[in-house]
């Protein structure tokens, strides 16, 4: 038997409840969400924009509030992310302060990448927190990374749902190989580019993907060796850190 904490947060309470509710009954209105709370509509609004924010949520074009990828059955990952967390993290910041664009680290799951640390940079206009977001590993920067480190076979095997042209992602996946690095030129989001490497274990095996994400109006090829060899130097440091931490734990 559960019974309410005895301080429970309303504002929570509220957020898990919509969450369970798009789980378990599909999509809702702001109205309807409103009226199932019992609060105004511009606080169930306010929820549900935050549902979205952290990829709880989605808004269709119908205006309507569905379940988002993170309430969606998922594969399990083998990477260990809590030890790839804490091993990362001072080599983002001191990545994010060296080119001043936000930085990520993501590892593959299934045929999708999870966003599991994000460091911001201190631009007004900037790539904002992703920790917690799933995306299409052949659009995210750091996803292609990852999947060129595939064999064809299992390539096939993680992509056989999409809708994803093989040949074309192949023939851009072999670029990917012989550059060292992958690029998102606005695939997941308008106005935004990210470049990405992967990131290697404590025996020399993919564990995640480094990205650094920026505004489009940023963006300048000159600038691509200096960014690309800083984050070589950022994923060199991280892979010694796993390797001397070793992979093999959580």
């Known amino acids: 038997m559960k019974n309410r904490p005895a301080y429970a947060v309303d504002s929570v309470d509220h957020a898990l409840h919509l969450a369970q509710l798009l789980q378990q009954e599909g999509s809702l209105r702001v109205t309807d969400a409103a009226d199932r709370l019992g609060v105004s509509r511009s606080t169930a609004h306010r929820l549900l924009a935050m549902l979205v924010y952290r990829d709880f949520a989605e808004q269709g074009s119908d205006r309507r509030y569905r379940a988002g990828p993170v309430l969606r059955p998922a594969p399990v990952t083998d990477a260990p992310t809590a030890l790839l967390r804490r091993v990362a993290l001072p080599h983002l910041h001191d990545l994010v302060e060296r080119v001043q664009e936000s930085a990520n680290l993501m590892v593959l799951v299934g045929d999708e990448v999870r966003f599991v640390l994000t460091v911001e940079c201190d631009q007004v206009l900037r790539v904002g927190d992703r920790v917690g977001r799933v995306l299409p590993a052949y659009q995210a920067s750091g996803g292609k990374a990852l999947l060129a480190t595939l064999p ?24 990917v190989r012989k550059r060292g690095f992958a690029i998102n030129d606005q695939a997941t989001e308008s ?3 990210a470049l990405g490497v992967v990131v290697r274990g404590a025996q020399d095996e993919p564990v995640a993907a480094l990205s650094i994400a920026l505004p489009k109006v940023r963006f300048d090829r000159d600038r691509l060796p200096s960014w690309v060899g800083a984050m070589r130097a950022c994923e060199a440091r991280i892979h010694a850190d796993l390797a001397q931490a070793g992979t093999g734990t959580r």
Do not use: N, Y
């Open 191 to 193: 106005g935004l580019i």
């Open 152 to 175: 064809v076979e299992e390539l096939g095997l993680r992509l056989a749902g999409s809708s994803i042209d093989l040949k074309r992602l192949r023939r851009e996946l072999t670029l």
